[in-house]
């Protein structure tokens, strides 16, 4: 007797109505299968069947009788093709034959998906072929989707019914889960076990209670069948659509978000700010445990905590005042929901003995991975609950329950009160566990539906952990019902979605609908990858795709012309950029002759100016090769360089969490003996080409520090050591040992006598002037509406870039912003030449000859020499200047 397997690996029939399976393509010549599969034609008289076992255990013997279950239905293989309509989101499929099934009735069907099931495959009597299905189809047509009961009723599906819990008007409580495919579910209130009744046109399980129940906690015990166990099991489990929770995430809390016990008046009586238009959005991207795990100013316990943001003594936070008074509008906070992956008791946490070594040393970093498991740190992509707020940045004592959203609530406030708005980092796109794993949730509940999986039923995994497959009814309306409950409930003011190209276009538009009124700014990673890739089971989130949303992409664009070459390069000294030396300064690294390298730095210039005017599809520039192209025609490797239609659905940036940081970027393109005045022009001029743009500006955290995480490339898990910013500008974080083993052993013979070149080290003089200049170009993007026009159709009349095409000198941008009576309102020019440049620039008549008060007053005192004068402008080497009417 041979078991039929129908977990993972073992499922490539997909169940995708009542009506409807899909099957693989295969022929039975094809020599990948089995020698059994592969039947002489003549012989062939091909049939298939759908079998169920309540409990688990179909099997066949050699005979090919099956055993442990029932016939459920033949099913009849269908001459014509699956269609579009029928496969909509599951493209990857169109291959797969259809086969039908006869009517059966909805007791019948849903009683077979509470257990087995399998597709066997059949030639005459003999056993070709078994299957397990992938049911996330069959489960949304069923329960998922509104359907009409009657001509005069309609039955309201899952997918718009009332979920999670609920405190009622009455003060009582309502707790709910969806779980179609379980046998039972019982709540667990307190350790009590409180039965619930299942809806059976939604498969939502139901339970009532009284408001005694306010504050309590609880589980779901779920009773379901588990196909990579092939059996019936009982899954304790927190509910997914918890809003609070215990320490450690080990019981739900019901948790009344309208409760004034967990407002507290820093977020309660304090607006939040609004931008007139998300054009003006200037973003600084910030973890919670960076801000002030280092700072010594704070308690001890106020350290790395939400509630670190509203102390008064925190450096960090008046850091963050001062550069909202200079122009900045909001901070973007890594992962706050709720992370599988950090010990929340501090009792359990683990700080690492970092010993005194060397700035190159090995010691430092081995210090750190060796606990890194254990320690209070990672960036936070590793989502458990995404209703719930993280409990290892609350304080001690403030972890359980609504404690922990008041301290949530009071970083929001204190932001607010600063004048800026808030974003939260979102992670929709995978869960940090499936299966059976004890903090897998979505997949202990309904088996196989909550994840993307490949043709035989395997999570897919391009997202480094357990992708979500948010095509499914169920897991769009979770995404779209975390970023409400965040927005509504407490406040936030935008979303970054992370790896949003794994998503839907139509589910990124969800979260726009469900945002509307809010003034909520929606932005993510367009990155096109995975099982995705190329639109291969639907329209993505993807640059490009996502024309008149107003949602916006990250633009690789700027930053790798910026830097030079790709994040790709095997050495980044092999390319330099606009901002690193690109054609100005000798790179023995770089194979091009002088001349590629001017055409290159031309084609990097293109590049920028069109970025800083939108990154428009249908921008008009003329380039560096003499045609005049739309952005959507000048390419970016072999793809279009513009993939916006507004100014908003493109945000540049030229340093971010991931990756190195700006100031380590220069350390690896830059000559060793660059001098620090140099590398902070560069870090400034870099800087400028995405605080002066049209499109939202983007900087990371410390950039204007000219932070470093000596030199990591990843430092998701590095620990507090590389990655703690020091507001008092002292340590700019160069220098702290060789970054780790796991991500940088390969660079680490390049990489160590950088960092033990003392001359790379700025001092805290350097690093103030660092950051005085960065404020000078937030004042400058705010102190006129012209470089925030908002809308495409202004950007087209009022924008251009005169001096640029193949004659353009090299490394000299100069846009023109015009007024609305079409005089030159603003004139920027960037130089990321050493030397200065003096240049007459036609097409200025009636242009603002006055250097910006803002540069003038300012911290750079290089820049003040620039001058325009009878239509020639001079200007500094490495330098931005502004020109504005006096």
Not at 357 to 383: C, E, F, H, I, M
Request: hydrophobic fraction near 40%; charged fraction near 20%.
């Amino acid at each position: 007797m041979q078991s039929i397997l129908t977990g993972p690996g073992h499922q490539y029939a997909h169940f995708l109505t009542p009506e409807l399976i899909a099957w693989p393509a295969h022929t039975d010549s094809d020599p990948a299968r089995s020698p059994a599969e592969r039947v002489d034609p003549a012989e062939r008289l091909e049939h298939f069947e759908l079998w169920h076992s309540p409990t688990g255990g179909l099997a066949h013997d050699d005979a090919g009788r099956v055993h442990g279950g029932e016939l459920l239905a033949p099913l009849t293989p269908r001459s014509t093709p699956l269609t579009g309509e029928e496969i909509p989101d599951r493209r990857h499929l169109a291959a797969h034959r259809a086969l039908t099934l006869p009517p059966l009735d909805r007791d019948t069907l849903t009683a077979a998906l509470t257990g087995q099931l399998a597709v066997i495959r059949r030639s005459g009597e003999r056993l070709l072929e078994t299957s397990g299905l992938q049911i996330p189809g069959v489960l949304d047509a069923l329960y998922a989707a509104d359907t009409a009961a009657t001509d005069t009723a309609a039955t309201t599906g899952a997918a718009h019914a009332t979920l999670g819990p609920r405190r009622l008007p009455d003060g009582t409580w309502e707790v709910s889960v969806w779980a179609p495919t379980a046998k039972t579910v019982t709540l667990l209130l307190e350790d009590a076990p409180q039965p619930m009744r299942r809806e059976e046109s939604t498969g939502i399980w139901r339970v009532t209670g009284p408001a005694t129940w306010t504050d309590a906690r609880y589980l779901f015990d779920v009773e379901v069948y588990v196909p990579a166990e092939g059996r019936i099991v009982t899954n304790r489990v927190t509910d997914p659509y918890s809003v609070s929770l215990t320490v450690d995430s080990e019981h739900s809390v019901l948790v009344d978000l309208e409760d004034p016990r967990w407002a507290p008046a820093i977020w309660a009586d304090t607006p939040a700010p609004r931008c007139e238009r998300p054009a003006q959005q200037t973003i600084y991207e910030l973890h919670v445990r960076d801000f002030s795990g280092g700072d010594d100013a704070l308690p001890s316990g106020f350290r790395g905590t939400y509630a670190a943001f509203a102390h008064p003594d925190s450096r960090g936070a008046a850091h963050l005042r001062d550069l909202a008074q200079a122009g900045l509008t909001t901070v973007h906070l890594l992962p706050t929901y709720d992370i599988a992956t950090i010990p929340e008791r501090r009792s359990e946490q683990v700080i690492p003995a970092i010993p005194d070594a060397g700035p190159a040393s090995t010691q430092q970093q081995a210090a750190v991975l060796a606990v890194k498991d254990r320690d209070p740190y990672n960036w936070g992509y590793d989502p458990f609950h995404y209703l719930a707020p993280e409990g290892s940045y609350a304080r001690e004592g403030h972890q359980d329950g609504g404690a922990r959203i008041a301290e949530f609530r009071t970083m929001v406030g204190a932001l607010h009160a600063m004048g800026l708005q808030v974003v939260l980092d979102v992670v929709f796109n995978h869960t940090a566990y499936d299966g059976q794993h004890p903090r897998s949730v979505l997949d202990r509940i309904v088996p196989g539906y909550y994840h993307r999986l490949d043709l035989d039923g395997t999570v897919e995994s391009s997202t480094c952990t357990s992708n979500t497959a948010s095509e499914h009814a169920m897991m769009h309306r979770l995404l779209v019902d975390g970023v409400t409950l965040w927005a509504r409930a407490h406040r936030v003011d935008g979303f970054r979605f992370d790896l949003m190209g794994h998503h839907r276009r139509s589910d990124l538009e969800a979260v726009r609908e469900a945002l509307a009124g809010t003034g909520a700014y929606v932005y993510g990673e367009g990155w096109d990858f995975g099982e995705v890739q190329g639109g291969a089971r639907f329209h993505q989130a993807i640059q490009g795709n996502l024309d008149g949303t107003s949602i916006g992409s990250f633009n690789d664009r700027i930053r790798d012309a910026v830097h030079g070459g790709s994040l790709m390069d095997p050495d980044v000294r092999m390319h330099r950029g606009f901002a690193t030396g690109l054609f100005h300064t000798p790179n023995p690294a770089d194979p091009r002759t002088t001349e590629e390298q001017r055409a290159a730095l031309l084609h990097a210039t293109d590049l920028i100016r069109l970025s800083l005017a939108g990154n428009l599809k249908d921008y008009r520039l003329l380039t560096s090769t003499g045609q005049v192209l739309r952005g959507e025609e000048l390419l970016y490797g072999t793809a279009p360089a513009a993939f916006g239609s507004r100014p908003e659905e493109t945000v540049n940036y030229v340093d971010a969490h991931d990756n190195e940081t700006l100031f380590d970027t220069f350390v690896g393109k830059l000559a060793q003996d660059t001098p620090m005045a140099e590398r902070i022009r560069r870090n400034t001029l870099a800087l400028a080409t995405v605080a002066l743009g049209q499109s939202p500006a983007f900087w990371a955290a410390g950039t204007d520090l000219l932070r470093s995480k000596s030199l990591d490339t990843d430092s998701y898990d590095s620990g507090d050591r590389v990655n703690l910013i020091d507001w008092t500008m002292q340590d700019n974080g160069f220098g702290r040992g060789l970054p780790s083993a796991e991500r940088n052993e390969h660079l680490w013979e390049r990489q160590a006598p950088m960092l033990e070149n003392p001359s790379t080290r700025p001092t805290p003089e350097h690093i103030a002037h660092a950051a005085a200049m960065a404020r000078d170009l937030l004042r400058l993007r705010h102190s006129s509406e012209l470089f925030t026009l908002g809308k495409a159709a202004l950007i087209h009349e009022r924008v251009s870039f005169p001096n640029a095409g193949p004659e353009a000198t090299p490394g000299l941008l100069i846009m023109r912003i015009d007024e609305a009576d079409a005089r030159p309102g603003v004139l920027v020019v960037l130089n990321a030449s050493p030397e200065a440049v003096t240049e007459r620039v036609e097409e200025t008549q009636g242009a603002p000859t006055v250097l910006s008060p803002i540069q003038q007053d300012g911290a750079d005192d290089v820049v003040k020499t620039a001058r325009w004068a009878d239509g020639t402008v001079h200007v500094p080497g490495l330098t931005a200047a502004v020109f504005m009417r006096g």
